[in-house]
Every structure is written in structure tokens, then in C-alpha cells.
């Protein structure tokens, strides 16, 4: 495993920028995994800087955050020194079985091999544990300013496709025929950010970095769009939140 990790150059504009996730989904999770993120044992794997976890920790939870990147973790434990972290991939989680009540992985799932991830995860969780996987993807498609970044993003992006992470997130894990029940939820929400910040949350992204050399055209056109759009420069962003929470069965009795 490399200590390296493609998100350690974006970790400043990571930890100053990137959204954080709606109550809402935190009681959907609880909803659908059937406990109380209170007093429960929680992997989080792909933790990054900690977003996802200090909402976790807020909530009552007990939370081993795990990823690949030192310097994710790093500032992680900058943030929230009072708890531990896990230098490990999601693929080869360096636990005993049974341990936890949950495996999350926030804005971190696309990046691992279902199959292999998910027997993981499988492996980790206690009888009745469950995986839960989500994302804030952009709500964009009927906003013109949306539109002209994709479209910029598709022409200068290597690879870069806008539907990069459509994918049948529950089938996938429904097909691995690890779970008992999967089940996929979605919500909406909105926040509103001073462009410096919008800025900071593009260069946050690993295709927008990707754009390389002209990154500094492409954030010049992005200024410029936005505040045609947004004029007193306050700039705000739609969101729409999807959660799937996969269960594993529950100990049968002997
Ligand atoms: C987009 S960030 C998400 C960070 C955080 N969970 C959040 O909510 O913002 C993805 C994180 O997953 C980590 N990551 C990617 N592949 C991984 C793997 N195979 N095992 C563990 N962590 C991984 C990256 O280092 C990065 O910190």
C-alpha cells in the first residue's frame, strides 16, 4: 500500500472547503441500519480529513476513521486529536472479524473495488452490522452556470465525464450477495459560499486538478460564470445526497 494518496496535494483546499452532510442523512442511516449511531463501533473507511467522521463523533458514535493517505490522516488528527486513526485500504482492512456495528465510507466508495471492499466490510461488521455508503453529488442539471463548468470540465478534464459516479451503487452490492437487505435513499439540500471558497472546493477535486497545466485558465472561466450568475458573489450550491445502506444477516441461534 502507498503512503501517497492522489488527494495529498488538495488536503488544504479539502479540509477549508468541502462540504459536510445534512442531519437528514445521519437519520436516515440510523433508520435504516436499525440502531442509534449513539455507542455504536463505527470503521470509517476513506475518512480523508474527518469530515464525515466529526459528524459521526458529534452524534455519539465511537469512530476508527481508516484510509491510505498520511497526510488525509494527518490533518484528520490535526483536527480531532482525541481519537485514533488507521493507515490501511479499504480492501484489506487490518482488523479481527466481528468488531464493528457499522462500516461508512463518505464520498469515498467509487474509489475502492466493490466486490472486494464489500467482503471486507462483510468480514468486519458484528451479525446484523451494516454498510453505509454516500455521497453529495452537485443537483445541477437545470442551472446554466452548472451546465458551462461541466461542459468546460468534459473539454479540458482528461476522461472526465459528469456521470462519472452513476452507478448502481445498491445492485452492485446487492449482486455481491453479501446482504440480506440493501436499501437506497436520497435527499436534498443547499449551501451558500463566498467565491474564494467555491474556488477552494474546485481545486479540491481530483479532476480539476487533473486539468493540469490550464487549471488556472479553467478557474479563470469559472470566475468569470459564476459571477455572471452570482453577482454579489455569494454563490449557492445545490445539493442532492444519496445514502445505501447494505445489511449483513443477523447471528441465527443455535
Ligand atoms: C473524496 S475523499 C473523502 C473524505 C471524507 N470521507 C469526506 O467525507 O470528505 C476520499 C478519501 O478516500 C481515501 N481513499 C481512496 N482510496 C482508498 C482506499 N482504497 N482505502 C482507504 N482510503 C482510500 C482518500 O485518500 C481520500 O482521503
Known amino acids: 500500500?502507498?503512503?501517497?494518496?492522489?488527494?495529498?496535494?488538495?488536503?488544504?483546499?479539502?479540509?477549508?472547503?468541502?462540504?459536510?452532510?445534512?442531519?437528514?442523512?445521519?437519520?436516515?442511516?440510523?433508520?435504516?441500519?436499525?440502531?442509534?449511531?449513539?455507542?455504536?463501533?463505527?470503521?470509517?473507511?476513506?475518512?480523508?480529513?474527518?469530515?464525515?467522521?466529526?459528524?459521526?463523533?458529534?452524534?455519539?458514535?465511537?469512530?476508527?476513521?481508516?484510509?491510505?493517505?498520511?497526510?488525509?490522516?494527518?490533518?484528520?488528527?490535526?483536527?480531532?486529536?482525541?481519537?485514533?486513526?488507521?493507515?490501511?485500504?479499504?480492501?484489506?482492512?487490518?482488523?479481527?472479524?466481528?468488531?464493528a456495528d457499522l462500516v461508512c465510507y463518505a464520498q469515498a466508495w467509487h474509489w475502492v473495488r466493490v466486490p472486494v471492499a464489500a467482503a471486507e466490510a462483510a468480514r468486519v461488521l458484528r451479525p446484523g452490522g451494516a454498510l453505509a455508503v454516500w455521497w453529495n453529488d452537485v443537483d445541477g442539471e437545470d442551472l446554466r452556470w452548472w451546465e458551462r463548468q461541466q461542459r468546460r470540465l468534459e473539454a479540458m478534464s482528461p476522461g472526465y465525464r459528469r456521470d462519472y459516479r452513476t452507478r448502481p451503487w445498491a445492485d452492485e452490492l446487492r449482486w455481491t450477495g453479501l446482504f440480506t437487505e440493501v436499501v437506497m435513499v436520497s435527499g436534498r439540500w443547499?449551501?451558500?459560499?463566498?467565491?474564494?471558497?467555491?474556488?477552494?472546493?474546485?481545486?479540491?477535486?481530483?479532476?480539476?486538478?487533473?486539468?493540469?497545466?490550464?487549471?488556472?485558465?479553467?478557474?479563470?472561466?469559472?470566475?468569470?460564470?459564476?459571477?455572471?450568475?452570482?453577482p454579489d458573489g455569494l454563490i449557492t450550491e445545490p445539493f442532492h445526497t444519496i445514502l445505501t445502506v447494505a445489511r449483513i444477516p443477523p447471528s441465527t441461534p443455535s
Open 1 to 99: 500500500m502507498s503512503a501517497r494518496s492522489l488527494f495529498d496535494p488538495m488536503v488544504d483546499a479539502y479540509d477549508a472547503a468541502r462540504p459536510s452532510y445534512p442531519d437528514q442523512l445521519f437519520k436516515d442511516l440510523e433508520w435504516l441500519a436499525g440502531r442509534e449511531l449513539a455507542g455504536a463501533d463505527i470503521l470509517e473507511v476513506g475518512a480523508g480529513t474527518g469530515i464525515a467522521t466529526r459528524d459521526l463523533l458529534a452524534r455519539g458514535a465511537r469512530v476508527i476513521p481508516v484510509d491510505h493517505s498520511s497526510v488525509m490522516l494527518g490533518r484528520l488528527r490535526e483536527r480531532t486529536p482525541e481519537i485514533g486513526v488507521v493507515r490501511a485500504d479499504g480492501e484489506a482492512l487490518p482488523f479481527s472479524g466481528a468488531v
Open 190 to 230: 443547499s449551501r451558500t459560499l463566498p467565491l474564494d471558497r467555491y474556488e477552494l472546493w474546485l481545486r479540491s477535486k481530483s479532476y480539476v486538478q487533473a486539468i493540469g497545466d490550464r487549471l488556472e485558465d479553467f478557474l479563470d472561466a469559472e470566475r468569470r460564470s459564476l459571477l455572471k450568475a452570482f
